[in-house]
């Protein structure tokens, strides 16, 4: 796991250059602690050409491994972030073709196989990653990222200036990058609590989207979409010819995931996701896992009990702590870890968790992925539950009726009434739109009376809605349940869960897999009928019907509880000084963009426990500390 970093300049200046790759590999060190190195390329000519690395040895610690790396026909430069967890596969078939290799690394395997095959070879790739490669023969740039969008990859191009990067922090490092604030990335923010691929929250910087390719030459672009998750011809075999094969996929995850040169872990919940990864990991190691879980101070909240139950258990090495009156002397320091806004709260456990199995190992296992493939959130019953009942009712009546009985009920003020009426309104939207509202977190009402100025003027003709909609829309698939999990794996999860667990990770350098995330189970995943993801009243039907064999009966009825925190009685509580500080502050970023009187009038609300106002609070807590940290001038 690494942070890497370049640019591309029309004119050469190495004295400049060199130390601006410098401030850039510094901003990175988190990703990297183990090692750094710079490269320039070609040296005293135009364009000018330089990489930067960051390394978290993982793979081959000897300087075999250090990027940035020449291969053996001496016409490619890369510098790559991630791991290649076939790549033993590949170098043995590189090896019989006659290829040398000089060291061990992954690295130097997906170069190799780069050279041979070009953008050909992401198909062949099982791993996470994002690519930088310079060919000094087309002088031509390189980009990709892996399928899931797992390895994050920004791109700044403006007045011929090109820049790449993990982070943006790595690319604000250069003085002549245009800092302009992107107004419709701001909106989605505050739609979606992170801001969608490909836009970032500057208007100059973009991300590679996951699944894609990009080379750079001169000034023409070519991107390319190398991978799609499909949901058409859902398979035929009947549950228990899934349960094996399912099986036989989440084993080889686990198992190819544990391979690692240095301390490998886990983290630990109560719940089956991660319980599953650690009971196969179990089973292919010969000394106890090496496991963690965090909790909180409230009952509502903590798992650690229910991790502590399944550790003692499986046999494991179990560390445990408990987040009690840290979070605010914490939180400004993890706060700065994010480079865009980002409000998740849940990225408050994954750091703790992350700093406390970094004690303990380098390399850590988790649970994700398994609510998007398997339907395991709570909204997708919720949603299938609603898309009955609309398709129950006559469309004249649905977007007649319903919206004037919505008002009706909302104006009553007190908490049924208010359910009532946004099930009303949803009911009363079409099944992609509605997915859209009762997943956003700033609604459009909300938003105009709040925004201002030159933001509500430049975003009074875009919906963020348009963002879900689309993908939608465009999943290859006529059941409703589909269509909302392809949505959530090209936006929620690259969006929101993999860069909380990406930054969060890394801000205390350790990497982290998840096995649930593995392509091929994704794509398995996806030909599973949905019947058998949200069965009834159960969600995650096939995924705890195959762990039925490897865990305990209590891991698998026990009820989902998820990476919460407890955000209502934070913001009343220990959290409510540096809140009402920071969105009151005379200098706020807010202040520019926001009614900061209506913002005052959802504080106090929340403040009297009349109405639980935390999601607005916390969103735009978050963007005003974003804006302290990188916007403000």
Known sequence: MCGIAGFIRPTASSKADYALLERMSESLRHRGPDAGAIQMEPAAAEPQ?????????????????????TSGNDRYVIVFNGEIYNYLDLRAELANDGVQFRGASDTEVLLELFAREGPACLHRLNGMFAIAIWDKVEKSLFLARDRLGKKPLYLYRNNGECLFASEIKAILCAPFVDREIDYEAVKDYFA????????????HVR???????????????????????????????????????????????????????????????????????????????????????????????????????TAEWLGTDHHEFTAKSTVEQQLLEIAASFDEPFSDPSFVPTWYVSRMARQQVTVALAGDGGDENFAGYAKYQTDQTENRLRNAVPEIVRKNVFPTLAGFL????????????????????????????????????????????????RTQDYDPSRITTDLYQSADSDEHLSRLLYTDLKSYLPGDILV?????????????????????????????????KLHGKESKYLLKQCSKTFLKADILTRKKMGFS??????????LKPLAEQTLFANDSGLSEMFDINGI??????????????????????????????????
């Open 49 to 69: 050409v330089g990489f930067c690395h960051r390394r978290l040895s993982i793979i081959d610690l000897s300087e075999g491994g250090l990027q940035p790396m």
């Open 192 to 203: 979606y609590q992170y801001v969608p691929d490909p836009k970032s929250i500057f208007r």
């Open 207 to 309: 991300k590679l989207r996951p699944g894609y390719w990009m080379r750079i030459c001169n000034d023409h672009i070519e991107e390319h979409q190398y991978w799609d998750v499909s949901f058409a011809n859902p398979h035929s075999q009947n549950a228990d010819q899934l349960v094996d094969e399912l099986y036989s996929l989440l084993d080889d995850s686990v198992r190819i995931r544990m391979i690692s040169d240095v301390p490998l872990g886990a983290f630990l919940s109560g719940g089956v996701d991660s319980s599953a990864v650690v009971a196969l990991m179990a089973k292919h190691s010969s000394k106890p896992v090496t496991t963690c879980t965090i909790g909180f101070d409230s009952e509502r909240y903590d798992e650690v009990a229910a991790a502590r139950s």
């Open 410 to 457: 909302s104006s009553w003020g007190f908490t049924p009434a208010r359910r009532g009426a946004s099930l009303l309104n949803s009911l009363s939207k079409d099944p992609d739109e509605a997915f859209f509202i009762t997943n956003s977190f700033f609604d459009r009402k909300l938003w105009d009376e709040l925004a201002i100025g030159e933001l509500k003027t």
């Open 500 to 532: 909380k667990v990406d930054r969060m990770s890394m801000a205390n350098s350790l990497e982290t897999r998840a096995p649930l995330l593995d392509y091929r189970l994704v794509e398995f995943a996806a030909k599973v009928p949905a019947s058998l």
């Open 565 to 574: 925190v407890p955000l209502a009685d934070w913001l009343r509580q220990e």
């Open 600 to 633: 005052r009038e959802i504080w106090n609300e929340h403040q009297s426990a009349s109405r639980d106002r935390s999601s607005e609070i916390w969103s735009l807590f978050m963007f005003e500390l974003w804006w302290q940290c990188h916007a403000k001038p």
